[in-house]
T-cell receptor
């Protein structure tokens, strides 16, 4: 069963704490993505990973970093979380070819207080 | 940069009524981007509903359809008769350039009343 799994589903953190969001996929897709979604806005791309240790900034990378040490696993890290990072975070994966379909995870809802 | 604008939600319709969710796009890096509709049901991730990669073509899935209109740069989503199970958030999106990066609209929440 092809899927992208995100953990945790819900998370509450205090401002200044570190946050780790995890994403796994079982399709051996080379490319993985982290997006965030806020009310009234489309999903905004934070980072793209083209394969292990091959990561590029997306449109809104400030305040985030990522780690990809295994092809099937892609982490999003918030060092010293801020209240404006409260959002729903989606991970996705796709084959590397153009026009490939994405497979999305169910999202992690993060609240920073 | 690229952008997608779609009907602002929420949209509420009664079961068996027709539906149209408007989507217009602007792609700066390519003349004819690939166009998509994704759907997110409650508690689930986004799923691909339909896609069209050739201007002038129509895509369809689960009773929904959308036509790629390059003259009006639009990709409106339509369904003749909605069901309560169609209640979800619908996202219009495009891919342009070589990195398979999706640009999304803000999403349209659809509520279908029985």
């Amino acid at each position: 069963d092809m899927k992208v799994t995100q953990m945790p589903r819900y998370l509450i953190k205090r401002m200044g704490e570190n946050v780790l969001l995890e994403c796994g996929q079982d399709m051996s897709h080379e490319t993985m993505y982290w997006y965030r979604q806020d009310p009234g806005l489309g999903l905004q791309l934070i980072y793209i990973s083209y394969d292990v240790d091959s990561n590029s900034e997306g449109d809104i990378p400030k305040g985030y970093r990522v780690s990809r040490k295994k092809r099937e696993h892609f982490s999003l890290i918030l060092d010293s979380a801020k209240t404006n990072q409260t959002s729903v975070y989606f991970c996705a994966s796709s084959p590397p070819t153009a026009n490939s379909d994405y497979t999305f995870g169910s999202g992690t809802r993060l609240l920073v207080i | 940069g690229d952008s997608v604008t779609q009907t602002e939600g929420p949209v509420t319709v009664s079961e068996s009524e027709s539906l149209i969710i408007n989507c217009t796009y602007s792609a700066t890096s390519i003349a004819y981007p690939n166009l998509f509709w994704y759907v997110r049901y409650p508690g689930e991730g986004l799923q691909l509903l339909l896609k069209v990669i050739t201007a002038g073509q129509k895509g369809s899935s689960r009773g929904f359809e959308a036509t790629y209109n390059k003259e009006t740069t639009s990709f409106h989503l339509q369904k003749a008769s909605v069901q309560e199970s169609d209640s979800a958030v619908y996202y219009c999106a495009l891919v342009s350039g070589s990195f398979n990066k999706l640009t999304f609209g803000a999403g349209t929440r659809l509520a279908v009343c029985p």
